[in-house]
């Protein structure tokens, strides 16, 4: 019973920032595990970032760390994803993704999505 909504994408040039939101339906989203999963053009959906249900555990791709960060706010109901010092390569649609407590890195084991927002890094 969960609904997921992204937002925040957008055009930006290299070394730029975005966040991007992800907002959520339901009074039991406090205790979801939510994770960060992005696809670009000819590509494999891919993981990026995840987080647990209360924010004490983060987990990141070696492609952004350092670069991105995700937190949330159970109060508001949303997780976020900042991602800053943008690359081209990071030219995607992302989605969020959210299942019970613990996060995991493959999106198959996930149990609700969001219909994503576009991300797009010019050089």
């Known amino acids: 019973q969960v609904q997921l909504v992204e937002s925040g994408g957008g055009l930006v040039q290299a070394g730029g920032s975005l966040r991007l939101s992800c907002a959520a339906s339901g009074r039991t989203f406090r205790i979801y595990a939510v994770g960060w999963f992005r696809q670009a053009p000819g590509k494999e959906r891919e993981f990026v970032a995840a987080i647990n249900y209360n924010g004490g555990s983060t987990y990141y791709a070696d492609s952004v760390k350092g670069r991105f960060t995700i937190s949330r706010d159970n109060a508001k109901n949303t997780v976020y994803l900042q991602m800053n010092m943008l690359k081209p390569e990071d030219t995607a649609v992302y989605y969020c993704?959210?299942?019970?407590?613990?996060?995991?890195?493959?999106?198959?084991?996930?149990?609700?999505w969001g219909q994503g927002t576009q991300a797009t890094v010019s050089s």
């Open positions: 993704a959210a299942r019970q407590v613990t996060f995991r890195t493959s999106w198959g084991e996930y149990d609700y």
